[in-house]
């Protein structure tokens, strides 16, 4: 994404940027409550959800940076789904990231969007060997 960013500044190549949840391209929760007009989303941040009422306990949480595992590239694992909607709001949960706030039913319905797409298709991709590396057993 640098090197694009760079690249595209210094040859002046013109961008049509549009405000959040106006964007046609993408959606970044939690930044972004919702999809809105975006044709899909970019896990760029993870998140916490927390339990006001037991100290701002975690109670679910979600980072792509915790599957980078060689054995997580051959065969992608399935991401717990958070609590349900009605679960979240109920209970008054909140969420980390980009600031501590009450978690909003778009955004609860977002992340259980984008996590039952991730492992859709996580389903549908065959496990991978790993053939031929050095660490790896030769197939």
Request: aromatic share 10%; glycine share 4%; proline share 9%.
């Amino acid at each position: 994404m640098y090197a694009y960013s760079l690249a595209a500044a210094i040859t002046r190549i013109p961008h049509d940027t549009q405000r959040r949840l106006d964007s046609i391209l993408i959606a970044q929760p939690p930044a972004d409550d919702m999809l809105g007009n975006a044709a899909m989303y970019h896990y760029t941040w993870g998140v916490d959800l927390l339990d006001p009422k037991r100290n701002y306990a975690k109670v679910w949480q979600w980072d792509k940076r915790k599957f980078v595992s060689g054995e997580d590239s051959f065969k992608i694992p399935h991401i717990p789904m958070p609590p349900p909607v009605a679960e979240i709001q109920e209970r008054g949960l909140y969420q980390h990231y980009p600031q501590k706030k009450r978690m909003t039913k778009e955004l609860a319905e977002s992340f259980h969007q984008m996590i039952g797409i991730m492992n859709e298709a996580a389903d549908n991709l065959p496990a991978l060997r790993p053939c031929g590396w050095a660490h790896w057993p030769a197939c």
